[in-house]
């Protein structure tokens, strides 16, 4: 099995920042890779596609990066909306695998 | 408007069975390759399984710890997806989201449903 190992595993940051967000693969996945978004009590949300392609709707504020092994979601100008946990996830081979999240605090 | 709704969730014995249903509308169902997702409570998410479309003879693939146990299947006339869980156990209980493969990028979950819980407790 692919193992995604996300980091940190939390962060605090304040209205404003600028925050990165690392997803690291055990082997290649070229860039099938997906990010989601996860608010306390809702289901995930997608977010980005292979690797850096934008879901439809999504504000341009988040972007991501990354082929092969390394990959970074990156959310510019940190709103209150957007405190949640982030998850990415490897799509490439069976079993799917998730990272194991990356929560987003107001500091 | 992309609608995933899933029902079926409750308190159920070590040992016994459930069935979750998702009622899909918004997309034209049979087009897609439907994913189920769980998430334990407190904890990250879990991939549980696939089911492929008519094309592609409705295939299943599932997750380790799920296979031999549940079963997914479709209904694409009734536009819906569902999950047979036997042999329950109590790390089965999770919320369980049914989503939607893009037929874009590769395959990954699109939409996901709001989900329904599972206990497996006595």
């Known amino acids: 099995d692919i193992q995604m190992t996300q980091s940190p595993s939390s962060l605090s940051a304040s209205i404003g920042d600028r925050v990165t967000i690392t997803c690291r693969a055990s082997?290649?996945?070229?860039?099938?890779l997906a990010w989601f978004q996860q608010k306390p009590g809702k289901a995930p949300k997608s977010l980005i596609y292979?690797?850096?392609s934008l879901q439809t709707g999504v504000p341009s504020k988040f972007s991501g990066s990354g082929s092969g092994t390394d990959f970074t979601l990156t959310i510019n100008s940190l709103q209150p909306e957007d405190f949640a946990t982030y998850y990415c996830?490897?799509?490439?081979?069976?079993?799917?695998?998730f990272g194991g999240g990356t929560k987003v605090e107001i500091k | 408007e992309v609608q995933l709704v899933e029902s079926g969730g409750g308190l159920v014995q070590p040992g016994g069975s459930l069935r979750l249903s998702c009622a899909a509308s918004?997309?034209?169902?049979?087009?897609?390759?439907m994913d189920w997702v769980r998430q334990a409570p407190g904890k990250g998410l879990e991939w549980v399984g696939r089911?492929?479309?008519?094309?592609?003879?409705?295939?299943?693939e599932y997750a380790a710890s799920v296979k031999g146990r549940f079963t997914i299947s479709r209904d694409d006339s009734k536009n819906s997806l569902y999950l047979q869980m036997n042999s329950l156990k109590t790390e089965d209980t999770a919320m369980y989201y049914c989503?939607?493969?893009?037929?874009?990028?590769?395959?990954?979950?699109?939409?996901w449903g709001q989900g329904t819980l599972v206990t497996v407790s006595s």
């Open positions: 918004g997309f034209i169902f049979s087009d897609h390759y």
């Open positions: 082997q290649g996945i070229s860039n099938y």
């Open positions: 996830q490897q799509y490439t081979s069976y079993p799917l695998t």
């Open positions: 089911i492929r479309k008519k094309a592609n003879s409705y295939t299943t």
């Open positions: 292979t690797a850096s």
């Open positions: 989503t939607r493969l893009s037929s874009a990028g590769g395959g990954y979950s699109d939409y």
